[in-house]
């Protein structure tokens, strides 16, 4: 990765950080609630970017535009919200349980 990405993906992550600040309090604590999930259950894409990151947050200013409070716009269970965003993607999970399955079934094939 070249220092110019680096330098892209802080300022990206900076203005990101600002957009958050900005929305009503109940929206920052849920955001910073799944974005702490998102990373511990951990969609692949997450590495990537934040793409995803930034879509909910698009997402929670529409919300917040519009009046409504973070959990009218996710519903009450927030951790069934994340998994519903996730649920076509890889996840680390995922490919913890592929590499355990190889490790095991590749032996037992001898």
């Given at each position: 990765?070249?220092?110019?990405?680096?330098?892209?993906?802080?300022?990206?992550w900076r203005a990101h950080i600002?957009?958050?600040?900005?929305?009503?309090?109940?929206?920052q604590i849920v955001y910073k609630?799944?974005?702490?999930?998102?990373?511990?259950?951990?969609?692949?894409?997450?590495?990537?970017?934040?793409?995803?990151?930034?879509?909910?947050?698009?997402?929670?200013?529409?919300?917040?535009?519009?009046?409504?409070?973070?959990?009218?716009v996710t519903g009450t269970d927030?951790?069934?919200?994340?998994?519903?965003?996730?649920?076509?993607?890889?996840?680390?999970?995922?490919?913890?349980?592929?590499?355990?399955?190889?490790?095991?079934?590749?032996?037992?094939?001898?």
């Amino acid at each position: 990765m070249s220092i110019k990405k680096i330098i892209e993906g802080k300022k990206e992550w900076r203005a990101h950080i600002s957009r958050i600040k900005e929305l009503p309090k109940d929206y920052q604590i849920v955001y910073k609630e799944i974005q702490k999930y998102l990373f511990k259950v951990g969609p692949v894409e997450l590495n990537e970017g934040i793409g995803l990151l930034t879509e909910i947050l698009s997402f929670f200013e529409e919300g917040a535009a519009a009046g409504k409070g973070v959990l009218e716009v996710t519903g009450t269970d927030v951790a069934a919200f994340c998994d519903a965003l996730i649920e076509d993607s890889k996840t680390y999970a995922d490919l913890y349980q592929e590499s355990v399955n190889q490790k095991v079934n590749n032996p037992m094939k001898k």
